[in-house]
């Protein structure tokens, strides 16, 4: 059973930064591609940073390019997410998720294990 445990979220004053952090376990597969996905009130949930496991390939939205990293310590088997010069538009729910595979995916229809998400804050 894949489980994934989200940490570090809370509130930060736009322009801070905070780091999220995605604890998996029960991984078996070798080859998997990650995501981390947010949802804030009224919208749905996109897609805001993506990668392989080899980390040869990431993908970042937009809105969030050039201010959010994602990146992974294989031997915590965790995932992260930086976010520097956080927005008050920035304000979510931000989940991670792990899908099978050796290229990342932009929908959430191809990821097969989730989070339980974790609140991120942004005040103005």
């Known amino acids: 059973q894949v489980q994934l445990v989200e940490s570090g979220g809370g509130l930060v004053q736009a322009g801070g930064s905070l780091r999220l952090s995605c604890a998996t376990s029960g991984r078996t597969y070798l080859s998997y591609y990650m995501g981390w996905f947010r949802q804030a009130p009224g919208k749905e949930r996109e897609l805001v940073a993506a990668g392989t496991w080899s980390g040869s390939s990431t993908y970042y939205a937009d809105s969030v390019k050039g201010r959010f990293t994602i990146s992974e310590d294989n031997a915590k088997d965790t995932v992260y997410l930086q976010m520097n010069s956080l927005k008050f538009e920035d304000t979510a729910v931000y989940y991670c998720?792990?899908?099978?595979?050796?290229?990342?995916?932009?929908?959430?229809?191809?990821?097969?294990?989730w989070g339980q998400g974790i609140q991120v804050t942004v005040s103005s």
């Open positions: 998720a792990v899908g099978r595979g050796s290229y990342y995916r932009e929908r959430m229809e191809d990821y097969d294990y």
